[in-house]
């Protein structure tokens, strides 16, 4: 987009755009960081994420005084107005997903050495998929890529499949030895951050489209997710 | 929408404005040029502007917004070498209609200008001259209660009724400006057309302008030039661009100012114009 007549404007915008890229970044890294000591069961490592959260939370402030500064200043329109009000809920999508990056970090400390390999597996595949998905949805942003984002909210589907297969395997494990159920509890919570993840990069994807469109995005995204309507049915009796 | 099909296009951005909602076009424009001698000011401009409704006219300095204002009220005939071709029509009426009384016309489309510019006389001769013209009063009473009606309606009545004797040049330039509208009103007319009427005003009498505005076009069809888009964007329903002579884009004001369809106009109003 061509330059504002008064210089100072766009650094307003460039700065914003700039911190929220450095928020994302941390974000990414805090997401690593917590899918590694987690499958590590790696406690100093999950201790520096739990630490790390409070930067995610100071940049997001940074952001949202930027922005209320410049609506202040500038009384954008149009794009830049889209522009500031997608930058603030974009830092507090980012903001969330630190904080769910922190939680399941946080349950390394719950993990013991003898938990078998095959109940991490699943958890560690979400984490690298909602990864993935993190990773598109800042590329969709810096680029205002509207198609990517879309890419990138389609692609959320995937994770819902894997998340109810996984609440599925899991609930099994449970009830095969009772003695699997703190554990498994656990790894639940880590599987539902990482969906949790997936559908905040889907509101940065609606937000990203309403940035470029000026329009929010009409049709409501199909929801894979159905473990909240899940039944279990001890011993295979039924209920009824 | 009754548009004007083609040869002429009408820059209507949503095809029914929201402003339209008791559906009547108050002013149609159609085909439209205005020359000053060699310059080409206004170039085959159509629009159609919903009566009930404040339509707010953007664009930088040399757009022709202020020519086409001046367009509605045959105020351009007063200037020497300028020529208007086309179609203006006010209630259907060709405006330009050689057999058209135009001091009717010009009581009928009000006009508000820049800098207040009240008569040297006082309050109350100011309200009370166009009433008395056009033999709108029978008597001393009748005319008493136009001007206070006048007054009332353009919010100034409590500020003045004890110095209607008083000369209209004497009050300050938020109550003058206020005192032009209420002489425009004062002759019943149906369209208002404000050019830039808060340039020279505080933000305070900006703000009580604003606010008479918004009360106004209960009952009138309100035209208001302006340079500040944050006053378009607070006053009007409808917002236009004008650019070079041409209407670039014409559609609600909520979307002008979140979402413009053309680049040129998003390049305006977020100040990226060249």
Redesign the interface.
Known sequence: ??????KS?DDDLTQIKTMLAQMGGLVEQQLDDAIDSLTRRDTALADRVIQNDERVDVLEHQVEEKAILTIAR?????????EIMVAIRVASDLERIGDLAKNTAKRTHAMSDQLPRKLMAGVTRMGRLAQVELKNILDAYSNSNAELAMEVWRSDEDLDALYNSIFRELLTYMMEDPRNISLCTHLLFGAKNMERIGDHATNIAENIHYLV???PLGEGRPKKDVTSGMRVEVGGASEE | MNAPTAPFQTYITPPHPRALSNGKFKITASGVDVHYGEKHAIKNLSIDIPDRAVSAFIGPSGCGKSTFLRAINRMNDTIPGCRVTGDIEVDKHDIYDPKIDVVQLRAKVGMVFQKPNPFPKSIYENVAYGPRIHGLAKDKTELDQIVEQSLRKAGLWEEVKDRLAQPGTGLSGGQQQRLCIARAIAVNPEVILMDEPCSALDPIATAKIEELIDELRQNYCIVIVTHS??QA?RVSQLTAFFHLGTLVEYGDTD?M????QEKR???Y?????G
């Not at chain 1, 500038?74 to 889209?82: E, F, S, T």
């Open positions: 987009m061509s330059e504002h007549t008064v404007y500038r009384q954008p329109m149009a794009r830049d107005l889209r469109n000026g329009k | 888009m944050q964007a979307e100012f979140t979402a413009p106009t998003q390049d109003i977020t100040g990226r114009f």
